[in-house]
């Protein structure tokens, strides 16, 4: 727990984002966790009763999840080497405070039909309220859109400041890929 401005706020909880969307991955549906660090959506996933395929490139992080009911994880660098998953499909793709874009196409791949894209990370103009201050790794107004467009059905986007679990500027987006929606 951490107190900000009086306020106790716990940076292991599931974002309010992941957890508004997650009833659109199917019950027991197999989920990717990508750059999970310690796995707060992983646990969180798993406890709603989906299989996780948890990966990060972070071992020591990874390795709170050991054992975990519902998880199987993965040290991988998902940047400076091949993309692990190549054949395998998942109802769902989470990404959270993360941005590789070399990265967006594979994620897309990795969609079965029908699975959900939920990614959350910052955008530019979060440079004001602290890190990440690099634009490489701030989202460019709309990006996620762009990424999508033509290829998923968006249902849900956000460009916006949030004051918790600290203050961001944020990119958010819930999608389908194509049949299947539900």
Known sequence: MVMRDGVQQDFDLPSAWVQRWAARIPAGGRVLDVACGGGRHARYLAGLGHQVEAVDRDAEALGGLAGAAGIHTRVADLEGAAWPYADEHFD?????????????????????????????TFALGNERYGRPRNPDFLLQPGELLKVAHGRLEVIAYENLAVEAPRPALLQRMCALNGAGRR
């Open 92 to 120: 769902a793709v989470v990404v959270t405070n993360y941005l590789h874009r070399p990265l967006f196409a594979s994620l897309l791949a990795a969609l079965a039909p029908g699975g959900v894209l939920i990614y959350e």
